[in-house]
């Protein structure tokens, strides 16, 4: 759903459905391991009532990619050229998504795999 572009009108009923399920009761943390999760990150984090520690696994690569490029003396503050983004599998909404999530336009390039 969300990648079709219904993050925003998600209900707490699917959210409910799917965390209600009996292996996560009582759980004491919560990976969200789908790129695309943190786009419901707060209703998640509503549904626990924020009693449940939950690994965002973007901000988990993004601090592993930004330690590596330090290593590798990559690592720039100052933006170079532009933002290509390769997908298996391209959609307008996956794309209306994307430009949600980066706050920009983005360009996507449709790569089979």
């Known amino acids: 759903m969300i990648e079709e572009g219904f993050y925003n009108n998600i209900s707490k009923t699917v959210i409910h459905n799917y965390l209600e399920q009996p292996e ?5 943390a919560l ?3 789908c790129t695309h999760y943190v786009m419901i990150k707060k209703e998640i984090n509503d549904f626990y009532g924020g009693k449940v520690k939950l690994f965002d696994s973007t901000d988990i690569v993004a601090d592993k990619l930004k330690a ?6 990559l690592l720039t503050d100052k933006p170079l050229g532009e933002n290509l983004f390769y997908v298996s599998d391209y959609t307008e909404s996956f794309e209306q998504a994307a430009k949600a999530f980066y706050g920009t336009a983005v360009q ?5 795999i």
């Open 24 to 28: 996560l009761k009582g759980i004491d």
């Open 108 to 112: 996507l390039k449709q790569q089979s």
């Open 31 to 33: 990976i969200l391991g």
């Open 68 to 73: 590596i490029l330090y290593i590798e003396n």
